[in-house]
């Protein structure tokens, strides 16, 4: 083909192989069969492989590079993405109409919106070519996720105009496609996805861009990022101009005006929510017109116009068909529900917690009963109750063992608390709870060694307790299922480089009963090294704020057992630091940083540093960081979906910072 008869067949080609696209992934319209995409696809690669330098941004042929990336660079956002507040029942929904009308008078209207449970992103389209996606991020700074994004068919290359927008919305994943991938998972004996947003999210982050292609994700887009010059007055006229650029937007989308219409939209969608082919955590509301959203304004985390409807916790019904119990780290027995697989939000749930003995009987749950499961907080399954009225007579009550079932020693319950213990010191399963939190992300942090190596490991008697993780041999690894040469070496150098791990990660990797990781801290600054810890009298340990008695005494009990004192000694000899090697908290009058002498509270997601290492710089910075906000807290740090101690904040009148704030802060 002469080059001029390929230039203007390639514009043919992409012209028309947009318009097919545009038709299935957004109008879900297809108006030709694959086959015959897919040849046209073939003949403008042919073209483009001929004549390279007709390539162009829009081509169908560009949406998977075949470059791995090398990690995601930041995007800062000209105007902030805000994430909603919250609201969970119809008293907090009309709480937001009345501040709504008592700023704006009784002439407005709502736009009423699914609420796509996925990933929020930002396209930017430059003369209607898309140049750059990103991640929502911290709401201020996200990642560029561009090459990712232009593998998702419904998001277009080109635009039907040539208008420089940026579009913002959700990338999901749907129903099918998360069931797919998660087969796949199973089959190559990989963890599956706990649910389609999760999957969406770990897609959408892939530095190879041909894995995202082949998750099948989508996107609905619902909001313009920069109105200015676009001609539109109201949220609506911005849908309907995204839709009329050839962007997928939600149809389900529906004008309120009252708060009583928009009750009976929830209630719709509320029903109906089972039978979309995409999951919904809840129900958007935006006051229409965006002039009355300027004049509400917006708070420091989200708009004073917009709140979110979320969902009641999902309730589903099935068969308990067993209960079988757990013997924990610390000996507690915990009885698990085993259930007939049944969808709770977004997860096939298997097994669900019964916490004790005492809530089975208070609950008259039995095995064999019709039982209500529902996620707690939307992640972990639990028994609601029995429904009693489907007995058959066969069921059956359950009792606790006697006996503990790994070690078949005799159980206690001690004074005053409502849980059954095995009390042997020796008993196989507490050696393997105990090893299996040692290794774990706040404890000693050994990438690699999760429950089922652990497992491994004990169960093939290579490790009995936790100072024998620290003699393992390369061939000793290879011997065990899936582990070849490079996932043993890469173990052991894991293993190896936790010996360095501050003292306080030993201490509560030792799984003292009552120290947790803020105590293990405390104590470590406080002694600096073990040897000092072991030999504090129960007296010099009560004299630590946040030491109570409950756990001076267990913490003396503890260097006081022979066994603790040998397993020490063990660890020292292995070359595990017994030293504190972290930061020290500076003296407030000694530092001019803004958190000196201050009592923070840090709510949320962060999403440049974990919750743990904000923490560590905060107190190190001479901040005292407390879990609950009350009138004595001086500053909130509030990240991604911050919820009730954001909203105490603010009415508190206490300072709140976003991420990039505090961020900004810790680098002055």
Known sequence: MEYEAAVNKAKELRQLLNQYSYEYYVLDQPSVPDSEYDRLLRELQEIENTYSDLVTPDSPTQRVGGQVLSGFTKVVHDIPMLSLANAFNEADLRDFDRKVRETVGENYE?????????????????EGVFVQGSTRGDGTIGEDITANLRTVRSIPLRLHEP?????????YMPKKSFEALNRIKEENGEVPFANPRNAAAGSLRQLDPKIAASRNLDTFLYAIGDITGLGVETHSDGLDLLERLGLKVNKARRKCYNIEEVLQYIAEWTEKRPSLPYEI???????NNYQQQALLGNTVKSPRWAIAYKFPAEEVITRLTNIEVKVGRTGVI??????EPVRVAGTTVKRATLHNEDLIREKDIRIGDYVVIKKAGDIIPEVVRAITDRRTGEERKFSMPSQCPECGSELVRLEGEVALRCINPNCPAQIREGLIHFVSRNAMNIEGLGEKVISQLFNHELIHDVADLYRLTKAQLLEMERMGEKSASKLLDAIEASKNNSLEKLLFGLGIRHVGAKAAKILARQFLTMDRLSKATREELMAIPDIGGKMADSIAAYFENEEAEALIRKLRDLGVNMAYNGPMPQDPGETDSPFAGKTVVLTGKLTQLTRNEAKEKLEALGASVTGSVSKKTDLVIAGEDAGSKLEKAEKLGIEVWDEASFMHHLQA
Do not use: F, M, N, Q
């Open 281 to 287: 955590d809840g129900i958007v509301i935006k006051v």
């Open 163 to 171: 208008i420089t927008i940026e579009a913002r919305g959700e990338c």
């Open 334 to 339: 915990t009885p698990t529900a085993i259930l």
């Open 110 to 126: 709502y736009v009423c919106e699914l609420k796509i449970d996925g990933l929020a992103i930002s396209l930017h389209y430059e």
